[in-house]
């Protein structure tokens, strides 16, 4: 079983809709323009529609111009095969006709004779990019009507004819393309975007064309035919009172109304205790407050900043690392103390180990230093045949291993810290 045409499923679709549409519909099927006398007569049938205005003329049923013959059997074996009752078209003659060939077809002529004007007419019936523009003959003062034409088509069954624009939205007219040298331009020079359509799914765009115009006189009838709400304007706060006087209308209650405006012993309370709030939060300064909370915020955010800052600082596994220093720092100090002053104890001398003691053997190393200073040689104290720096006695082996000891104990303290 052949598929059901497009056009016929859009028929079938309009009939489940009011008049007004239906019509509308049906015109815009049969290739008629969207314009502004479609547009006028459309809303006058959806206002009787919908019983905004009383039906003036007795409504004739709408004949639907469904396509009988089978589409698929019309793509295969359709064939063009004159162009004929040209009107309207440039300065070209009524009435002729140009025959079409199966292999070839040839128009010449010299400059001015019409063949632009026959490619022009050939763009605007089939699908083109080229050039549409229909001009008027200028060498005539009379008034031409809209350009038009009849093509000729040949199927499987007989010849028939097909007027543009009548029937521009029939299959036939999408069988065929047309180039010139304007497409040429286009093609090469403009945006090439590929833009797939199936073929008759313009009427919806022009149906929604139509009813963006049909929509927009009903907004301006709505506009007319509704007064100016003079009361509006002496209600500024929002409440339940300004929005019933926002949607006055033919359906406000009257009651309502009245109880709305009706000034109560409660609503006297009510007005009373809403006075004390307001003289209240005044006297509270609340710009006053936000002004100080504000400033508060902002030196709690600088002091959050700079916590932060510490914080990284002192991070929990630096601080272990830190204090794991400061213990090994304090163990090998006293390990050094330990051992240092161990080593002295078989000279039995008195406050070993003190800071006292530490005081001398430091001023003695410095007084030391200055006389290694002093020295041609350059020797270090002590030496072989140095005197004690004190009692300037000769320094046997056992002082001098005292004093180097007295020195080491030094050195490794320095070096310690």
């Given at each position: 079983m052949p598929?059901?045409?497009?056009?016929?499923?859009?028929?079938?679709?309009?009939?489940?809709?009011?008049?007004?549409?239906q019509y509308a519909g049906n015109q815009l099927l049969e290739g008629k323009n969207v314009d502004d006398a479609l547009a006028d007569t459309t809303y006058q049938l959806f206002k009787e529609?919908?019983?905004?205005k009383a039906i003036e003329n007795e409504r004739a049923e709408i004949e639907f111009n469904?396509?009988?013959?089978?589409?698929?059997?019309?793509?295969?074996?359709?064939?063009?095969?004159?162009?004929?009752?040209?009107?309207?078209?440039?300065?070209?003659?009524t009435g002729q006709s140009i025959p079409i060939n199966p292999n070839l077809t040839i128009i010449y002529g010299g400059n001015g004779t019409g063949k632009s004007g026959y490619v022009r007419l050939l763009n605007n019936a089939?699908?083109?990019?080229?050039?549409?523009?229909?001009?008027?003959?200028?060498?005539?003062?009379?008034?031409?009507?809209?350009?038009?034409?009849?093509?000729?088509f040949q199927s499987a069954e007989a010849l028939y004819d097909l007027s543009y624009p009548l029937h521009r939205s029939n299959i036939e007219f999408s069988q065929y393309s047309v180039f010139d040298t304007h497409s040429i331009k286009v093609l090469l020079e403009q945006d090439n975007k590929l833009d797939f359509t199936p073929i008759g799914f313009e009427f919806f765009e022009k149906a929604l064309q139509l009813y963006e115009m049909v929509k927009a006189k009903l907004s301006v009838d709505i506009k007319a035919n509704r007064p100016i709400n003079e009361f509006e304007k002496f209600f500024v706060n929002d409440n339940v009172i300004k929005n019933a006087i926002n949607n006055l209308g033919a359906n406000s209650n009257e009651e309502e109304l009245k109880a709305l405006g009706t000034y109560t012993k409660a609503d006297a309370v009510k007005l009373a205790e809403l006075i004390a709030k307001r003289e209240k939060l005044k006297a509270l300064d609340i710009p006053k407050r936000i002004s100080e909370l504000q400033k508060l915020l902002s030196q709690l955010v600088d002091f959050t900043s700079r916590q932060q800052a510490i914080l990284d600082y002192l991070k929990p596994e630096d601080i272990g690392h830190y204090k794991s220093l400061i213990i090994s720092f304090q163990k090998f100090q006293d390990l050094a103390k330990q051992e240092g002053v161990k080593s002295l104890e078989e000279y039995n001398i008195e406050s070993l180990g003190t800071n006292e003691w530490k005081d001398f053997i430091k001023a003695s190393k410095n007084y030391a230093s200055a006389i290694e200073i002093d020295r041609d040689e350059k020797k270090t104290y002590p030496s072989e045949k140095d005197n004690c720096l004190f009692c300037l006695q000769p320094l046997t082996e056992r002082e001098n291993a005292l004093i180097n000891s007295y020195w080491n104990l030094l050195k490794s303290e320095a070096e310690a810290l």
């Amino acid at each position: 079983m052949p598929e059901l045409p497009l056009k016929n499923k859009i028929i079938a679709w309009l009939k489940g809709y009011d008049y007004w549409f239906q019509y509308a519909g049906n015109q815009l099927l049969e290739g008629k323009n969207v314009d502004d006398a479609l547009a006028d007569t459309t809303y006058q049938l959806f206002k009787e529609d919908f019983a905004l205005k009383a039906i003036e003329n007795e409504r004739a049923e709408i004949e639907f111009n469904e396509i009988a013959a089978d589409v698929a059997a019309i793509e295969r074996k359709i064939q063009l095969q004159l162009i004929k009752e040209i009107e309207n078209v440039n300065a070209l003659a009524t009435g002729q006709s140009i025959p079409i060939n199966p292999n070839l077809t040839i128009i010449y002529g010299g400059n001015g004779t019409g063949k632009s004007g026959y490619v022009r007419l050939l763009n605007n019936a089939f699908q083109s990019r080229g050039d549409k523009q229909i001009l008027q003959n200028v060498f005539s003062d009379e008034e031409r009507g809209t350009p038009a034409c009849k093509f000729t088509f040949q199927s499987a069954e007989a010849l028939y004819d097909l007027s543009y624009p009548l029937h521009r939205s029939n299959i036939e007219f999408s069988q065929y393309s047309v180039f010139d040298t304007h497409s040429i331009k286009v093609l090469l020079e403009q945006d090439n975007k590929l833009d797939f359509t199936p073929i008759g799914f313009e009427f919806f765009e022009k149906a929604l064309q139509l009813y963006e115009m049909v929509k927009a006189k009903l907004s301006v009838d709505i506009k007319a035919n509704r007064p100016i709400n003079e009361f509006e304007k002496f209600f500024v706060n929002d409440n339940v009172i300004k929005n019933a006087i926002n949607n006055l209308g033919a359906n406000s209650n009257e009651e309502e109304l009245k109880a709305l405006g009706t000034y109560t012993k409660a609503d006297a309370v009510k007005l009373a205790e809403l006075i004390a709030k307001r003289e209240k939060l005044k006297a509270l300064d609340i710009p006053k407050r936000i002004s100080e909370l504000q400033k508060l915020l902002s030196q709690l955010v600088d002091f959050t900043s700079r916590q932060q800052a510490i914080l990284d600082y002192l991070k929990p596994e630096d601080i272990g690392h830190y204090k794991s220093l400061i213990i090994s720092f304090q163990k090998f100090q006293d390990l050094a103390k330990q051992e240092g002053v161990k080593s002295l104890e078989e000279y039995n001398i008195e406050s070993l180990g003190t800071n006292e003691w530490k005081d001398f053997i430091k001023a003695s190393k410095n007084y030391a230093s200055a006389i290694e200073i002093d020295r041609d040689e350059k020797k270090t104290y002590p030496s072989e045949k140095d005197n004690c720096l004190f009692c300037l006695q000769p320094l046997t082996e056992r002082e001098n291993a005292l004093i180097n000891s007295y020195w080491n104990l030094l050195k490794s303290e320095a070096e310690a810290l």
